[in-house]
């Protein structure tokens, strides 16, 4: 082998050995880094131009620096609005109480998404859309069968490409839903000085003679308080020490000219605090239903909310006017002793004892109480002796009574129920037989005979 082939060979060597050792530093360039002291360095350097770029408002000419945020690539992204975070997944939701059609569009995680003008196609019917982007369509007056509905493209969402099909009853059941909060609205959603409307019928046929102090209720009756929003903070155990046997308390009422289904401010802490001092609670809502769907969406509502609570009294629907200015004042009494009935079906289905509050004028005039006498029935009349004719299972005597843990005045009410408060009524305790959304069944829950 001459000596230029020799030299050549010996160049061809060096070439790759430089250029495997070049391989092996870059595939160790941290560690190399590190032994050479240049890694400290860089950090101090990084810093600085990420400082300086947070320094003017920007993020730095560090175009890496997103792989060092943690929450960059955090698949479950935190909002508190679906509205406000465009590309996520919607779905439709869908129910049917009698000849209508409730579509609600939400997020995964079973939010309603509003602020968006959502379309939906029926098959045969047409588009129906959410104009006033609350993320509910509610279409009335279908004929019974079955419907095929999609929901149309929506800029920024992903939307399912699939039909859902939904059968629309023809008569109502009485049976409650298992999608109604998304009907429920607080006191911030609404105005509320034109919803909460509810007038003391009993209150302006008060004849002088009630009794407003605590008296003893007697072996035959329990001395109880009703309360609400109205009531302010309540100091339950000054109002247990008192003597007070059982509560009644407001969970909610339906708006008197929007209709809107709205939760009582003071309704959690009422309950809770009614049942921490051991007193047995029952609640009530003020309707304003001007049909059976309303009704039964009414008795939805009150069910969701007493559930997870130890309910041992009776749910009542309060049954009043809202001043002549209510959308259900107008009524007869056949058309509202039926809407009314559809609640107590509803309520019973559920496997709760329930009934009717009312003014004695109320419910001689404005509800045929023959149609309902299979449930209880709660009279408010401010007199000395009631003067009402038919039978009744509580009385509220008077609205100006004091009760030590309450700073306004409160209803007071005897109670001639036998009501059993050993059994917890809860969900999940041993007591629970609630039915929801068309189960079968209808297993009372308390125990409220007459003596």
């Known amino acids: 082998m001459d000596s230029k082939r020799m030299k050549r060979m010996l160049i061809a060597m060096v070439l790759m050995f430089v250029v495997l050792t070049g391989v092996i530093a870059a595939a160790n360039l941290e560690t190399v880094k590190k032994k050479l002291g240049l890694a400290a360095q860089e950090q101090v350097q990084e810093t600085a131009v990420m400082e300086e770029g947070e320094r003017d408002g920007r993020r730095g000419s560090d175009l890496s620096a997103f792989l060092r945020d943690e929450t960059f690539f955090d698949p479950e992204v935190k909002f508190k609005s679906?509205?406000?975070h465009a590309g996520k997944n919607v779905f439709l939701m869908m129910s049917s109480v009698a000849k209508d059609l409730r579509i609600m569009i939400v997020d995964s995680v079973g939010r309603l998404v509003t602020g968006t003008p959502f379309t939906v196609r029926i098959q045969e019917m047409g588009e129906y859309t959410d104009s006033d982007r609350d993320g509910i369509i509610y279409i009335e007056g279908l004929r019974a069968g079955e419907y095929s509905v999609s929901l149309a493209e929506a800029e920024?969402?992903?939307?399912?490409?699939?039909?859902?099909?939904?059968q629309v009853k023809q008569e109502i059941e009485y049976r409650v839903l298992s999608d109604i909060e998304y009907l429920i609205m607080t006191e911030d959603d609404i105005?509320?000085?034109?919803?909460?409307?509810?007038?003391?019928g009993a209150e302006e046929a008060a004849d002088g003679s009630e009794n407003t102090e605590l008296e003893f209720a007697g072996d035959n009756a329990r001395l109880g308080i009703d309360v609400s929003k109205w009531n302010k903070e309540i100091d339950w155990m000054k109002v247990k020490e008192a003597g007070i046997e059982f509560a009644i308390i407001r969970c909610g009422y339906r708006g008197a000219s929007s209709g809107a289904l709205v939760l009582d401010p003071m309704y959690k802490k009422n309950i809770e605090g009614a049942i921490e001092a051991e007193i047995p609670v029952g609640v009530y809502f003020f309707?304003?239903?001007i049909d059976e769907v309303e009704a039964v969406e009414e008795a939805s509502m009150v069910i969701s909310l007493i559930e997870d609570y130890d309910v041992d009294y009776p749910v009542f629907l309060d049954s009043e006017s809202a001043g002549g200015r209510g959308r259900a004042d107008a009524m007869n009494a056949e058309e509202r002793?039926?809407?009314?009935?559809?609640f107590l079906e509803t309520i019973a289905s559920a496997g709760y004892e329930t009934g009717i509050y009312g003014s004695r004028n109320w419910l001689n005039d404005e509800v045929d109480m023959t149609q309902v006498s299979e449930y209880k029935t709660w009279?408010?009349?401010?007199?000395?002796?009631?003067?009402?004719?038919e039978y009744y299972h509580m009385w509220q005597y008077t609205s100006k009574g004091s009760v030590d843990g309450i700073e306004t005045n409160v209803d007071l009410n005897l109670c001639y129920m036998n009501?059993?408060?050993?059994?917890?009524h809860a969900k999940g305790a041993a007591g629970y037989s609630g039915v929801i959304d068309g189960d079968s069944g209808n297993v009372p829950v308390g125990s409220s005979d007459e003596e």
């Open 287 to 289: 309707t304003q239903a």
């Open 82 to 84: 679906i509205e406000t």
């Open 156 to 166: 920024g969402f992903i939307v399912p490409n699939t039909i859902t099909t939904i």
């Open 191 to 200: 105005d509320v000085e034109r919803e909460d409307r509810a007038v003391n």
């Open 337 to 342: 002793t039926k809407i009314h009935k559809a």
């Open 379 to 389: 009279l408010a009349e401010y007199a000395d002796i009631p003067v009402y004719d």
């Open 419 to 424: 009501i059993d408060t050993s059994i917890n």
